[in-house]
């Protein structure tokens, strides 16, 4: 979290207007929401691919750790699409396996649905990154609020965030403690030195969620925190422009 926030602070693009990053980043995730072309779902992770790491200038090593995580659940989610189990067998397998009665197999359109749900998760992937990645939270919330979203949704958001941050500096000090006095040592001291962090964690996060609501208050807070509200319509270069990007990555699906 800190390093993706770090990334965005930083990004090559933080001299552009960040209404037109999201803009950009939105338009890409409509296509890929509308297409079904696994042609156009590598046009739009190639595209966000590039201008993330050479236009935004984040490290492609850490670009491909980020994108291993969503990688990981895609293929665990994707394993109940592949891997079927039935009495009998369709035409198109391409594994079997018998166990008893039963037979376990892996069919061409379950390989085919599961390479299209991976393509087409990626490239929405791209899309999330490059926007978060090239976009402080807070200009989202502006972005948000620019919409017309509930004071109530954007005030819990950024609390959540900064609470984030707090609970990981917590949770980073006690570990370490913890580290330091061998607690991690042997399987039954992982377990209770693993219960004791998070317990601890827990209590201190509630006192001091408590303490940061009464210093608010104090300081005048009516549960809203105020947002500068941000112009989110494009004007009419700008809207040509993203409707031809939008053109272009659809272009395969009509071929």
């Not at 929401?33 to 739009?44: E, L, R």
């Not at 491909?64 to 394993?79: A, E, N, S, Y």
């Not at 039935?86 to 390989?111: A, H, K, M, Q």
């Not at 707090?166 to 039954?188: D, H, N, P, T, W």
Request: glycine content about 6%; charged content about 15%; hydrophobic content about 50%.
């Amino acid at each position: 979290m800190r390093e993706i926030d770090q990334y965005a602070y930083n990004s090559g693009l933080k001299e552009q207007f960040f209404q037109w990053r999201i803009r950009f980043g939105g338009t890409a995730l409509l296509a890929c929401i509308c297409s079904k072309s696994i042609i156009s779902f590598a046009m739009i992770f190639l595209i966000m691919f590039f201008i993330t790491i050479f236009k935004a200038r984040i490290y492609w090593a850490d670009y491909i750790r980020f994108m291993i995580f969503p990688l990981c659940f895609l293929l665990l989610g994707v394993l109940g699409i592949v891997v079927n189990i039935d009495r009998s067998l369709p035409p198109d397998c391409v594994f079997t396996w018998e166990i008893g009665n039963c037979y376990l197999f892996v069919s061409e359109r379950g390989l085919s649905l599961a390479i299209h749900l991976i393509c087409k998760s990626l490239s929405a992937v791209s899309c999330f990154y490059f926007i978060i990645l090239t976009t402080p939270f807070r200009e989202m919330l502006c972005f948000l609020h620019g919409l017309h979203c509930p004071p109530i949704l954007i005030t819990l958001a950024m609390l959540i965030y900064q609470f984030i941050f707090l609970l990981m500096e917590m949770a980073v000090v006690k570990m370490k403690s913890q580290l330091c006095r061998g607690g991690y040592r042997s399987i039954k001291g992982f377990i209770h030195s693993f219960a004791m962090l998070w317990g601890s964690v827990f209590i201190q996060s509630c006192l001091k969620s408590e303490w940061v609501y009464k210093s608010m208050q104090t300081r005048g807070y009516n549960g809203y925190i105020p947002l500068t509200s941000e112009n989110i319509c494009p004007d009419k270069k700008e809207m040509v422009r993203l409707l031809l990007f939008f053109l272009l990555l659809m272009i395969p699906n009509w071929l």
